[in-house]
């Protein structure tokens, strides 16, 4: 998968595969004749254990141990939440298969994490021992160990990691029935603050030319005065309001409730697929079992080529909203100084919905997915050069 850079197989990592239905036949064939444990092990092709099991369990494909404590749904879900972990660029170790469950766990109701706790020894996550019999249960789940985020970022930049996303991108494509444009989503963060877009516009993401210098004109008596922009904005000027400024967990997970509820309700029989770029506030659990619940599927975008393969990062995007954003502000602005009132956060929300209406029409969204090789699927959209940078 595009995620950080390949490490191999687990050293150790090899284990047993529950028989097949052939070999199951098989043993019972074999054990019939009188053969020994041994000996019909050898011939099957399974370990001695399978058939002490067959023989002890008559033959029915039943998992060794106590019961699972998960639910079939609740499993069923934990394995789409791996997979998940996956395709964000993390790989399938014992390690990291108990820390998902640590994650997953929590995100369950309270009285399944109380009987949680009475399954694994007071805790939230399981013993060693469940990986193993998990892993049986699901025999396509394969343990791969993958790099860390930080190699991810600092490796993903070759071209064959970009091959890779878009044949990524095309199994996901068969595996989730992708048919249709409504089906393929990007979501991407940007932040409006605009006191910093007035007074430095430079450095921030908006772009454009400074604004240290604008004035308002204003007649009150006949006489013409000049009002700096920058001095009717207060410390409220913010849609919202963090320290440090950006996006973070909290905010993906009310962003994923939203989406979700949308998501169940437009085609709510089609899978969607959601690509994100690799930061790591998009690795929440709550907010990713949230999307997997509605039967959203993620996928991450390689790092340090986001700005070539998402959709929302291109001239169609937000290089039609940034500008659209500054001129909005800039002209609310004025019209607070007009009226002697400061601009406030109705205000930058106001400019945000008109900037985005502007921007995010029917035909630009789909040049901008068209644009990446996202929808219809196109590697050839990538330029060359760019990936030898």
């Known amino acids: 998968m595009e995620g950080p850079p390949s490490r191999g197989p687990v050293k150790g990592s090899k284990r047993s595969r529950a028989p097949t239905a052939e070999q199951r036949q098989q043993m019972a064939d074999f054990l019939a004749t ?3 444990e041994a000996a019909t092990a050898k011939r099957v092709g399974v370990s001695r254990a399978a058939v002490r099991h067959f023989k ?21 879900l934990l394995v789409s939440f791996v997979r998940t972990k996956a395709l964000l660029g ?22 399944r994490q109380q009987i949680a706790r009475r399954y694994f020894n007071g805790k939230l996550t399981p013993g060693r021992g469940f990986y193993r019999l998990f892993l049986n249960r699901w025999p396509e789940l394969t343990e791969y160990r993958v790099g860390t ?3 991810s970022r600092a490796q993903n930049a070759r071209p064959d990691i970009v091959a890779r996303w878009y044949a990524a991108l095309t199994l996901c494509y068969r595996d989730l029935k992708i048919k249709h444009p ?51 904005l207060n410390d409220l000027a913010m849609v919202v309001r963090r320290t440090p400024a950006g ?29 994100l770029d690799g930061a790591k506030v998009h690795l929440s659990a709550t907010g990713l079992l949230t999307l997997l619940r509605a039967n959203v599927h993620v996928v991450a975008e390689p790092s340090k080529r986001s700005h070539l393969l998402q959709p929302l990062d291109n001239k169609h995007a937000f290089g039609r909203f940034q500008p659209s954003v500054r001129g909005a502000v800039c002209g609310r602005a004025s019209s607070c100084v007009a009226r002697g009132a400061a601009f406030n956060c109705v205000d930058m929300v106001e400019c945000v919905k008109v900037a985005a209406d502007n921007a995010f029409t029917p035909a630009s969204l789909v040049s901008a997915f ?11 959209k990538v330029p060359a050069e760019e990936l030898s940078k």
């Open 34 to 36: 009188g053969q020994s």
């Open 56 to 76: 002890k369990t008559t033959g029915k494909a039943v998992p060794p141990g106590p019961p699972t404590f998960f639910h079939p749904e609740e499993e069923k």
């Open 90 to 111: 993390q790989g399938l170790t014992r390690d990291g298969f108990l820390a998902c469950c640590g994650e997953y766990v929590p995100a369950l109701s309270l009285d």
């Open 149 to 151: 985020l930080e190699d």
């Open 182 to 232: 409504r089906q393929v989503l990007n979501m991407d963060e940007t932040h409006v603050e605009p006191r910093q877009l007035l007074l430095e516009a430079r450095t921030t993401i908006l772009g454009g030319r400074g604004m240290r210098n604008a004035f308002a004109k204003i007649t009150v008596d006949g006489k013409t005065t000049s009002v700096p922009l920058a001095a009717r």
């Open 247 to 275: 996006f973070d967990k909290g905010i993906f997970d009310i962003w994923c409730a939203h989406f979700a509820a949308f998501a169940t309700a437009y085609y709510p029989g089609e899978s969607k697929l959601l690509s």
């Open 370 to 380: 068209s644009a990446v090789g996202m929808w219809p699927l196109d590697p050839t």
